[in-house]
C-alpha cells in the first residue's frame, strides 16, 4: 500500500469463466482461492481486523497512513466499492482459510482512463510475514491484474529503506527502475521511493504452465 490513496499484442487464451469475470467484476469482485488462502472484496466485517493489523508500528512505518479507527476503515471500504464500481480501481482482502475476516489487502489503481497503466500496493498483517501467504496472494492477484483487467505496465512503490517489501518485489519478477526522491510522506516526514515495474509480456512468459495455481468463484 505504499503510495496508493485510501496490450503488446499478445491475447492470452479465456476460458468461459475467464471472460465472465472480465465483463461482471465492477459489479463485484471474484473470490481467488490460492494454497489456503482466499482474496475476496473488502467488507464492514473486515474493519476491525484491519485496523489491528495494519495500524502496528512494523506495517505502517512504510506505507501512507491508513485509517486510526473502525469507522475510518470502513469508509475506507465503501470507498473501495464506489472505486470498483466506478471501473477505477480494484481491492482484495486477504482471508486465511477457517477465517472470516481480512488480516491484510492487495490494490490496484488504474493510472489512465483504462487498467493499460496501473498501479498496485499491498499490506499484510506482520504476524503473516515469512509465511508464504503473501506470495501466493501476490500471484493470484497480479494474474487477475494481468488477464482480467488487461493491465499492460503495473507499478509499485516501495521506500528504500523498506528492505522486506523491496525484495518481495523483485522476487515476484519486478524490475527496479529509479528512484522517486521525497517522494512519500510518512509519519511527518518524507521517504525515497524505488519505483518497480512488471510488464504483461513478461509475467505472461513467466506464469506459462498449462493450470492456475489457484481457483476463481
Not at 482466499?38 to 495494519?54: F, H, I, K, N, V
Not at 477457517?98 to 497503466?117: E, H, K
Not at 515495474?197 to 481457483?215: I, Q
Amino acid at each position: 500500500m505504499e503510495a496508493m490513496p485510501y496490450l503488446d499484442g499478445v491475447t492470452p487464451i479465456r476460458s468461459e469463466q475467464d471472460r465472465a469475470i472480465e465483463t461482471n467484476w465492477r459489479a463485484g469482485l471474484p473470490m481467488l482461492h490460492t494454497g489456503g488462502v482466499t482474496l475476496r472484496e473488502l467488507r464492514p466485517s473486515d474493519a476491525p481486523s484491519l485496523l489491528a493489523m495494519l495500524t502496528s508500528e512494523e506495517v505502517s512505518r512504510f506505507i501512507s497512513p491508513p485509517p486510526t479507527t473502525v469507522d475510518g476503515f470502513e469508509r475506507f471500504i465503501a470507498w473501495t466499492q464506489e472505486e470498483r464500481a466506478a471501473g477505477r480501481y480494484v481491492c482484495f482482502g486477504v482471508v486465511l482459510a477457517g477465517a472470516d475476516t481480512a488480516v491484510g489487502l492487495f490494490q490496484i489503481r488504474a493510472r489512465i482512463d483504462d487498467f493499460s497503466l496501473a498501479e498496485w500496493g499491498f499490506a499484510l498483517g506482520s504476524s503473516f510475514w515469512g509465511t508464504g501467504v503473501f506470495a501466493r496472494s501476490a500471484e493470484a492477484m497480479l494474474d487477475f491484474a494481468f488477464t482480467t483487467l488487461h493491465v499492460h505496465r503495473l507499478e509499485a512503490r516501495a521506500a528504500v529503506l523498506n528492505g522486506r517489501g523491496n525484495g518481495a518485489l523483485k522476487k515476484l519478477g519486478a524490475v527496479k527502475e529509479g528512484l522517486l526522491r521525497s517522494s512519500l510522506l510518512c509519519r511527518g516526514g518524507r521517504l525515497d521511493q524505488a519505483l518497480w515495474t512488471l510488464m504483461a509480456d513478461e509475467w505472461r512468459r513467466r506464469e506459462m504452465k498449462p493450470e492456475r495455481s489457484y481457483t476463481v468463484h
